[in-house]
T-cell receptor, first 115, second 115 residues
Framework: DSGVTQTPKHLITATGQRVTLRCSPR?????VYWYQQSLDQGLQFLIQ???????AKGNILERFSAQQFPDLHSELNLSSLELGDSALYFC??????????????FGPGTRLTVL | AQSVTQPDIHITVSEGASLELRCNYS??????LFWYVQSPGQGLQLLLK??????LVQGIKGFEAEFKRSQSSFNLRKPSVHWSDAAEYFC?????????????FGTGTRLTIIP
């Protein structure tokens, strides 16, 4: 158990719908990362937040957005869902210092199925 | 931009045999390198990491990896595999520069163990 929690574990929805994935980082970790694992794109970085502010953006679609709340939990919002959005979405957290190595601890993931 | 190549999509080995999974990276400076394992339906577990010092690093579950700068490689090895090692293995590179702490993953290698 990494200490990172994600809910829900599974989510099944229809095309065009909107869903919210939730992540609670490890106690003390200020930085949250979202990754998407799909069959065609593999594991790719979506977005990172640090202490409530967006810090880095990867290959995140405009239909997707995220935020980090004052209690440091984060939500990933996916809207106008398409079949291709079906994937496993991971959240990771780390203690972030200005430079150097910061191990990322991964949650168990949320499996999204769009029908 | 950093990138990771795992040339072997699927490897099958007999239980008790040795294992080597290949990983090549591209990154302009000294990279931080990682191997993660993902069991079916599970999240990502860190096996080992390299960021400086001894180029042969030991990890959990009896795995080791060797960093070879001249070959831009970070291959994962295990002298004798167990049936429980069947999983997907991901090599990743991290930059950990200010504002760029994401991990870039390879496409993964699926390991099958035969009795």
């Amino acid at each position: 158990d990494s200490g990172v929690t994600q809910t829900p574990k599974h989510l099944i929805t229809a095309t065009g719908q909107r869903v919210t994935l939730r992540c609670s980082p490890r106690s003390g970790d200020l930085s949250v990362y979202w990754y998407q694992q799909s069959l065609d794109q593999g594991l790719q970085f979506l977005i990172q937040y640090y202490n409530g502010e967006e810090r880095a953006k990867g290959n995140i679609l405009e239909r997707f957005s995220a935020q980090q709340f004052p209690d440091l939990h984060s939500e990933l919002n996916l809207s106008s869902l398409e079949l291709g959005d079906s994937a496993l979405y991971f959240c990771a957290s780390s203690v972030l210092v200005l430079a150097g190595y910061n191990e990322q601890f991964f949650g168990p993931g949320t499996r999204l199925t769009v029908l | 931009a950093q990138s990771v190549t795992q040339p072997d999509i699927h490897i099958t080995v007999s239980e008790g045999a040795s294992l080597e999974l290949r990983c090549n990276y591209s990154y302009g400076a000294t990279p931080y390198l990682f191997w993660y394992v993902q069991s079916p339906g599970q999240g990502l577990q860190l096996l080992l990491k390299y960021f400086s010092g001894d180029t042969l690093v030991q990890g959990i579950k009896g795995f080791e990896a060797e960093f070879k700068r001249s070959q831009s490689s970070f291959n994962l090895r295990k002298p004798s595999v167990h049936w429980s090692d069947a999983a997907e293995y991901f090599c990743a590179v991290g930059a950990f520069n200010f504002g760029n702490e994401k991990l870039t993953f390879g496409t993964g290698t699926r390991l099958t163990i035969i009795p």
